[in-house]
């Protein structure tokens, strides 16, 4: 279907990658001609995910009797690949062509192209199938709604605990009265991490005794000041996918095997520590922590996290500083429409935001750069992202090709994210891509791309200070609960 889609190529070229063909413009070009043809039909997508949450989505494609009609499918399946890794979910409804809706049906079959993204979201992550429903007229389409859920209040009172787990530690910090709690002389009660290795883990009394232990190391703190204080309430952030406060996938646990003793042991660890402690608990993915942390910083909302570090996590805060309980899976959203971009090792499909924003996007271009490195593995990606970065401290033009490239890239899908987040006033950008003389010209990239090619899309770009990097997240996360 993509030879019949037209690809348009970046008027500003990464540098590296002449053939980039950025999303924001390709969808534009297709949606200018639909509008040209008179034969425009709208097409509406409502994603469900958990509780009956459903998010929506409306665009145009050809009316399927029109002879450019074939382009519709590559603009559809890219559309509705986007909204599943932004919004997570197991049920898609559309109004629009029948014919659109019965071939996204074989696309997320088990035999399909996007199988990976169908058991992902439908097995494994919402426990139901995959299911994609035609709806006749847009009456017949579900109404939109994030639930009560997603609010947080930022005006609470009292004594919390907030945690942040990450792959190598365990961070956590004493909040009070919605704001990090300090001593006399400025420095936070607590605010501390802790190092870890949950990854090969077997048993998951290990994971449960770990954060345990961070959990009462911040009640200790708590009642070295105030013997009398009782902790209200506990927030957590985490790498991973989590629905309702249940573990669907993630690294620290993947030790936890087979799957059905995974979904009794590891899918309910947050609620049995909930259970244990006796006080509301709340967790997010930490992509959505780490915006909300921003929003905190910044005292304003419409926040889009992005942290480029081993792959890409996404977070985002809304105008109104809320949670919305979308998943924010950017490494997996499409970000490049070139047919043959790089091809992610797990889903299999190409152009997605892992390839572009993270250590596995600066492995990618070193050879691009003409760049050897035959003293490290190919798979070393940590590894290679220091030896770029120690080549462009020393003024190597080779390493600024490569973050110029990731500029340009980062630039674009910007743009692009824009257009499926409702606002966005800021992006918070974090990682280790980023850091360093290269991260300086990866964003100078993007500003002045934005500024020259999307003069309308004022985004301010966000770096959090070394304080907030440190305490940032944690102490945010004691936000999460409503009580």
Known sequence: MQDVFKLVKAPTQPVLDPEFCPPALCNRAFLADVNASGAAVPLLIAVERDRQRVSCFSTRVYDMRHPAAAANYFYVDRVVKFLLWQFGGWKVTVHGPQELVTWLRSCYSRTGMRAFDAEFWGEQTYEQPMTFVHAPTPADMPVASDGASSAVKLDWTGWRIGFDLGASDRKVAVVKDGKLALRADGEPLLSAEYVWDPKPQTDIRYHFDQIMWVLKEAEKAIKAVDP???????????????????????????????????????????????????????????????????????????????????????????????????????????????????VDEWSRDFGVGANYFSQQAVARLIPLAGIAMPDLPEHDFPKRLLRVQELMAAGDERAR????????????????????????????????????????????????????????????????????KRHGQAAAAASLPLA
């Open 401 to 468: 090709r490569i973050y110029e490239t990731i500029g340009v890239y980062l630039g674009y899908s910007v743009a692009h994210y824009g257009d499926f987040y409702p606002c966005v006033r800021h992006v918070e950008v974090l990682g280790r891509v980023v850091t360093g003389d290269g991260g300086k010209i990866i964003l100078d990239k993007a500003k002045a791309l934005l500024r020259r090619e999307f003069p309308a899309l004022a985004v301010n770009f966000y770096e959090p200070d070394e304080r907030e």
């Open 228 to 342: 009398e204080a009782k902790v209200q309430a506990i927030g957590g952030s985490s790498a991973g996918v989590y629905v309702d406060g249940r573990v669907r996938v993630a690294s620290l646990f993947r030790g936890i095997t087979p799957r059905e003793r995974f979904e009794r042991e590891a899918a309910p660890i947050f609620k049995t520590i909930e259970q244990a402690w006796g006080v509301p608990l709340r967790l997010e993915n930490d992509g959505d922590v780490t915006a909300l942390a921003g929003a905190i910083a910044l005292n304003d909302g419409a926040v889009l996290g992005l942290a480029m570090g081993s792959s890409l996590a996404g977070g985002y805060v809304d105008d109104q500083r809320a949670i919305k309980g979308w998943m924010n899976e950017l490494a997996f959203a499409p970000v490049d429409y070139n047919p043959r971009a790089a």
